[in-house]
T-cell receptor
Framework: GGIITQTPKFLIGQEGQKLTLKCQQNFNHDTMYWYRQDSGKGLRLIYYSITENDLQKGDLSEGYDASREKKSSFSLTVTSAQKNEMAVFLC?????????????FGHGTKLSVL | QQKVQQSPESLIVPEGAMTSLNCTFSDSASQYFAWYRQHSGKAPKALMSIFSNGEKEEGRFTIHLNKASLHFSLHIRDSQPSDSALYLCAVTGMGYKLTFGTGTSLLVDP
């Protein structure tokens, strides 16, 4: 088995601030994902990466940057935090990136912007 | 763009009851259908998936898929308090992309 570790668990930021969320996986999976979870809106894909140094935009990429520094890690940057924004950011991985295979998720980073 | 809707938004059932959760999708060419479960404050975990029309059973959980009516469902037999969670359906459609529904929050009352 493996695990996905997201840091930090909670993140409080100021309006306009650049904020970085980190994700590590030890499954040795090729593909990693960042999703945003808002109450009543399900999971929306922000960015994904099929392999090291690859980046693909999801449906919600505006306002975010991502970086796949190595196979095991994938970070997400909120380029300018929006006032009163509150959401959970979930990192996930899958073995090959085939959309018909199961995703493994981390516990999430809960973001609050003052 | 694929639209995936879940109903109901929330549900309370007594312990031991049958629970039925619904998911509709818009892309008739969709090819993969899955349910994920997320306990409060925890990571979503894959429950079950199905590719073709019909039914698939695993323990107390059953998926029904009807592609013609753009509908699939999850049924939980003998619901337990530990089943209380957010249930997310997910569909792979055109563009070979996985899209999640908005979720159904289930509370099983002991």
């Amino acid at each position: 088995g493996g695990i996905i570790t997201q840091t930090p668990k909670f993140l409080i930021g100021q309006e306009g601030q650049k904020l970085t969320l980190k994700c590590q996986q030890n499954f040795n999976h090729d593909t990693m994902y960042w999703y945003r979870q808002d109450s009543g809106k399900g999971l929306r894909l922000i960015y994904y990466s099929i392999t090291e140094n690859d980046l693909q935009k999801g449906d919600l990429s505006e306002g975010y940057d991502a970086s796949r520094e190595k196979k095991s890690s994938f970070s997400l940057t909120v380029t300018s935090a929006q006032k009163n924004e509150m959401a959970v950011f979930l990192c996930a991985s899958s073995q090959t990136g085939n959309p018909n295979e199961r995703l493994f998720f981390g516990h999430g980073t809960k973001l609050s912007v003052l | 763009q694929q639209k995936v809707q879940q109903s109901p938004e929330s549900l309370i059932v007594p312990e031991g009851a049958m629970t039925s959760l619904n998911c509709t999708f818009s892309d008739s060419a969709s090819q993969y259908f899955a349910w994920y479960r997320q306990h409060s404050g925890k990571a979503p975990k894959a429950l079950m998936s199905i590719f073709s029309n019909g039914e698939k059973e695993e323990g107390r959980f059953t998926i029904h898929l009807n592609k013609a009516s753009l509908h699939f469902s999850l049924h939980i037999r003998d619901s337990q308090p530990s089943d209380s969670a957010l249930y997310l359906c997910a569909v792979t459609g055109m563009g070979y992309k996985l899209t999640f529904g908005t979720g159904t929050s289930l509370l099983v009352d002991p």
